[in-house]
């Protein structure tokens, strides 16, 4: 009797466990975009909505792109009265939610551009998760100043004080500065 629960109880996880797992399907990445930067060699970012539709939160743990020497997952802090970037090791997205990377808070940091991001291109941009694996989209650059996929172009592009990364010279951004 004993050994036959043990067969069900196995059966039945093995038949129910992928409705709990996140798959590549389950997740969405919509309204993806960068802003054009000056130079190569500089910095950029990459930025989006990930939804996750799984029943089961998910974590992005990594990101890579050909267009940069590395790609790294990033967020906004304050430091006293000075907002400053620092890498995340993954950003969380919740089971049945989304995650929002926007400029000023979360985002996908591109170091080393082997060239400038032009207003007008595109390029792909692979994030692996966690559970789900690995999704690509392909990622739109926009003007420097732009604020969003589907914003207007040269409206504001950070809240006020904000530094605007791609208005800078080769793309560098002051809150990597003395880091």
């Not at 400029?103 to 996908?108: E, K, S």
């Not at 789900?132 to 504001?156: E, H, I, K, N, R």
């Not at 208005?167 to 500065?177: I, K, T, Y």
């Amino acid at each position: 009797m004993r050994r036959g629960l043990i067969r069900v109880a196995t059966v039945a996880a093995l038949v129910f466990a992928p409705l709990s797992a996140v798959l590549a399907a389950d997740i969405a990445v919509t309204q993806p975009w960068a802003r054009a930067t000056l130079a190569p060699g500089g910095a950029g970012a990459a930025f989006m909505t990930i939804s996750n539709a799984g029943g089961m939160a998910d974590k992005l743990v990594k990101a890579a792109t050909p267009v940069a020497g590395a790609a790294e997952l990033h967020t906004h802090r304050m430091d006293g009265t000075v907002m400053r970037m620092e890498a995340v090791p993954s950003i969380e997205v919740p089971a049945n939610g989304s995650a929002t990377l926007a400029p000023g808070g979360l985002h996908v940091m591109l170091f080393d551009l082997k060239a400038p991001l032009s207003e007008g291109m595109s390029f792909p941009l692979t994030l692996t998760f966690e559970h789900a694996g690995d999704v690509t989209v392909t990622v739109p650059v926009l003007g420097p100043a732009a604020m969003g996929a589907g914003m207007a172009p040269g409206a504001p592009s950070m809240p006020s004080g904000m530094p605007d990364m791609g208005a800078m010279p080769g793309g560098q951004h002051p809150m990597h500065q003395g880091q």
